[in-house]
């Protein structure tokens, strides 16, 4: 039993990255589905696709690397747990490194990157960050 499913989540994504490898599995849910699709999006990962085995599915994560083999994902961290969330309005939606980096926030109106959230004009919990 995992208690924090997303935090799981980023877990394998970090150490997959730091072992070079391919891809990742990671046990599936929508919520982890929209993180997947807005990874893909600003371009942190090739692609990925939800994998039926058994009762229980799976998202298979296509990491993404330069040219010379360095992951794109440099740094990815959690930054709403269990134990303290973590909620910001939106004036206060950071800026990761002036822009190079990208926040994941879960708003009223779904799972969306920190630019698009200050766009829309909406706060919510910071999921993560990542570099």
Same mark, same amino acid.
């Given at each position: *039993? ?6 799981? *989540?980023?877990?394998?994504?970090? =150490? $997959? ?13 929508? %919520?982890?589905?929209?993180? $997947?699709? +807005?990874?893909?999006?600003? !371009? %942190?990962? =090739?692609? #990925? ?20 083999? $360095?992951?794109? +994902? ?8 269990? !134990?303290?969330?973590? #909620?910001? =309005? ?21 799972? *969306? ?7 829309? !004009?909406?706060? !919510? ?7």
């Amino acid at each position: *039993m995992v208690i924090d499913p997303i935090s799981d *989540m980023l877990t394998r994504i970090r =150490n $997959a990255v730091t072992k070079k490898h391919k891809n990742v599995l990671v046990p599936s849910s929508k %919520f982890k589905v929209e993180i $997947a699709k +807005i990874l893909q999006n600003e !371009g %942190f990962i =090739n692609s #990925y696709q939800i994998i039926k085995n058994g009762n229980f599915p799976s998202i298979k994560i296509d990491l993404k690397y330069d040219s010379r083999k $360095a992951p794109v +994902i440099k740094k990815i961290k959690r930054i709403s747990k269990p !134990g303290l969330r973590v #909620y910001v =309005n939106k004036n206060e939606i950071p800026r990761i490194s002036g822009g190079l980096g990208t926040s994941i926030i879960s708003t009223s109106r779904g799972v *969306m990157t920190g630019n698009k959230a200050r766009e829309i !004009g909406v706060g !919510g919990e910071i999921l993560c960050s990542i570099l």
